[in-house]
């Protein structure tokens, strides 16, 4: 069973190669927390560039890539560019920082985490600190990590201290973690929510590039801000370009490891391939050509059935613009919200590949309404 297994794994063709997997490296490393991006556009719009025709930033920061773009029919693909990281909130008079949050920041993950303040005076290490374990004993109730408890040392002695270093209220902190590559299998590190995303759009747009492949229709690649504190960035864009159809990747949950229960989450797993998406704002005939793709090119893929929305910036171009007919490729991922987020390499050439060829099965014009 575990050789079929690993057989399963490993059934895809590779996609990324030595320059863009240092790409993917330079990238990940790089912080671009939510409101704080344009490190890190800059960095997908300089590898991006030779791909596309021409290209523009919004006035927040999303990041646009465009293939013929003088076309009327527009399709865009989608990923979002912005980590969650923390915000100084309040500064002790004897140096101690307390945080809240810039997106969905997990309190429970802070404890002993390296992290960086970024200032206007250039980057600050610090650490959260955490009482050691012998204090901690007595048969007393221990207090677990929250927000109200978390705080960090940046080796200062006093508020004044702080300050001098350029620290203030509002300075947004990012964790210190790294890229690496785990058994030759998977992709790890912070942020692979969803950078991994428009590292997977700007390989696409390299695989049109190199193939030399000439589509009907205007392609937008779209590395949007903001997803993290609810899809902001998607909504502006797509006001601004008001496209017909709207192809999305981000990353959802391998359902597989311990206390994750798939009644409710669904039986999705890292290296069986890109993850479908079943909702509402979905379209069901954009989707089926998605499924068909797929089935045509032998890429392997699974199914998720999403309640109300997606939660993905999906929803922001299926509602606007009197409706974007709009779909969801999502990519498996481990640990989602922590330091050590992990998706399947092969997973990550297969979504490339779905996307890639997805956009080759679109016809200018193409009309996906349900009744005609």
Known sequence: MAKKKEQEETKHVAVVNKKSLAFLEKYINNPSPTGFEWEGQKLWLDYIKPFVDEHYVDNYGTAVAVINPKAKY??????????????VNYITSDGLIYVIRNGGSDHQIA????????????????????PAIHTRHGGEKEEAPALKNIFLDCGCTSKEEVEKMGIHVGCVITYEDQFMVLNNRYYVGRALDNRVGGFMIAEVARLLHENKKKLDFGLYIVNAVQ??????????????????VAIITDVTHDTTTPMINKITQGDLACGKGPVVS?????????NKLLVETAI????????????????????????SNDGVVSALISLSLRYMHTTVEM??????????????????????????KYIK
């Open 74 to 87: 527009k399709v865009v693909i989608e990923a979002h560019a912005d980590e969650i990281s923390w915000f």
């Open 227 to 244: 997803e993290e504190i609810g899809l902001r960035g998607a909504e502006m864009i797509a006001n601004r370009i008001k496209p017909d």
């Open 296 to 319: 045509k090119n032998n890429i392997p893929f699974q199914r998720q059935a999403s309640s109300r929305s997606t939660g993905t910036d999906t929803d922001a171009f299926a509602y």
């Open 111 to 130: 404890p002993s985490k390296r992290v960086v303040i970024h200032t206007d005076n250039g980057p600050v290490t610090a650490v959260f600190g955490w």
């Open 343 to 368: 998706v399947h390499k092969n997973d990550v050439d297969n979504v490339i590949s779905l996307i890639y060829h997805s956009l080759l099965a679109l016809k200018e014009n193409q009309d996906f």
């Open 278 to 286: 079943y909702a509402p704002a979905v379209q069901v005939n954009l």
